[in-house]
Nanobody
Framework: QVQLVESGGGLVQAGGPLRLSCAAS???????????MGWYRQAPGKQRDLVAG????????NYADSVKGRFTISRDNAKNTVYLQMNSLKVEDTGVYYC???????????WGQGTQVTVSS
C-alpha cells in the first residue's frame, strides 16, 4: 500500500505561480517499486485529466498540451516526492489536482486525496 499526501494548493491570481507537492509513504517494498508519478486535474463538471507525468528516473516526462511551457513536473526519489511547479496560471487551470503513482510490475494505481487550486481573474 502507498499513501499520498498533497500540499500546496490554494487561491492565486491569474498570472501567478503555485507549487504542488505530493509525498508518498508506505512499506519499503511498495515505495521502492514506485514507477511513474503524475498529476491529474479535475475541473468542476469535467473528467479527471492528466496534467503531467514523470517516470522513475526522470527520463520521460509528458505534459498536457494546455500546460506545456508553463508547468514543470519534477521528483525527488530520496524523499519519495513529486512536485508540480505551475507558472503563468490561468483561470482555466482551476480544479482539484490529484497526485497519482503507479507501483510495481502491474502498475498498481494509487491516488492522493486532491488539493484545490483556484485561479482568479
Amino acid at each position: 500500500q502507498v499513501q499520498l499526501v498533497e500540499s500546496g494548493g490554494g487561491l492565486v491570481q491569474a498570472g501567478g505561480p503555485l507549487r504542488l507537492s505530493c509525498a508518498a509513504s508506505g512499506s519499503i517494498f511498495s515505495i521502492s517499486r514506485i514507477n511513474t508519478m503524475g498529476w491529474y486535474r479535475q475541473a468542476p463538471g469535467k473528467q479527471r485529466d492528466l496534467v503531467a507525468g514523470i517516470t522513475s528516473g526522470g527520463g520521460s516526462i509528458n505534459y498536457a498540451d494546455s500546460v506545456k511551457g508553463r508547468f514543470t513536473i519534477s521528483r525527488d526519489n530520496a524523499k519519495n516526492t513529486v512536485y508540480l511547479q505551475m507558472n503563468s496560471l490561468k483561470v482555466e487551470d482551476t480544479g482539484v489536482y490529484y497526485c497519482n503513482v503507479l507501483v510495481g510490475r502491474y502498475s498498481a494505481n494509487y491516488w492522493g486525496q486532491g488539493t484545490q487550486v483556484t485561479v482568479s481573474s
